[in-house]
């Protein structure tokens, strides 16, 4: 069982785990920077996001609110780029379900589901928001687009609720794929990284857990900035790196994608998630 404040804490140090891990190829660590947006940008991220992460345990708010709040937490520490909020668009659910799970005396897996069907048109509304406040990045499409300022008003008329709308993207996004699929993989991979971090200690567990997934599915977020042959040519690259077990052709692939500012950040954020559903199970390190 775990109470609101311990829940809140997984999440931040989940978080803060897949953020300082190294190398992981393209994205932000703790070994260097990208060029409009440094390490302690992140670091400030994860913090300022503990206060929603404990509300959503306590029950408190909805997933879309509180992604919202998530978002807006940031504002308050004069952050202007979007750090993590396919993590919290991700992770919010998850508390959500822990907290349930606490009180009730139930599962996280078996609790997630239903935190994801009761959402509502709000939901989607308050996403939308987010997603604009944050200046994320995400396929373009046709239908409800996130771009489109006028999806708003598509939405209330269409009564779609966040979960509906999630599974209108499954197909081109990762994150959404998630939500879809009651985070099918997120528990997958929650428990390779136990497994890994067991056998390679935490830090070259999360980054050959970060491999893994990147070989397996192409990152939504290459996909959407550079198109999907390019995601599928990173994915080969990450299949590469892996089967180097001292990890140089990891810091290899790293070095080239900064320097093609080539960052696969749907799956750091699948990677926190799952950090987050394995801490909560108690993940030694």
Known sequence: ??????????????????????PKPGNVDRCHDFSDIG??????????????????????????????EGVQAWKDWNLSSNTHFGSLVL???????????????????????EILEKTTVQDAVDFYRAFELAGARVTEVELFSLMDPGSENALCQS????????RLSMGHDIVARE??????????LAERLAEQTEKFGLNDGVVRTFLEALAEVPDSLISAKFGPEKA??????????????????????????LARDINPGSTADLIAASLFISLLRDLRF
């Open 91 to 113: 992770m919010i659910p998850i508390a959500l379900a822990a907290g349930t799970a606490s009180r009730q005396g139930g599962d996280l897996e078996s609790d997630l589901p």
């Open 39 to 68: 390490f302690h940008h992140f670091l400030a991220s994860a913090v300022s996001s503990y206060p929603v992460f404990r509300k959503a345990a306590q029950g408190l708010g909805r997933p879309g609110s509180l992604i919202l």
């Open 1 to 22: 069982m775990n109470d609101p404040d311990r829940t809140a804490q997984c999440a931040v140090l989940a978080m803060l785990f897949e953020l300082s891990s190294s």
């Open 179 to 188: 939500w879809a699929t009651n985070y099918r993989r997120s528990f997958l």
């Open 232 to 257: 599928r040519q990173v994915s080969r690259q990450a299949a590469q790196a892996l089967a180097d077990s001292t990890l140089e052709k990891a810091r290899q692939m790293d070095c080239d994608l």
């Open 159 to 166: 009564e779609k609720t966040l979960l509906e709308l999630m």
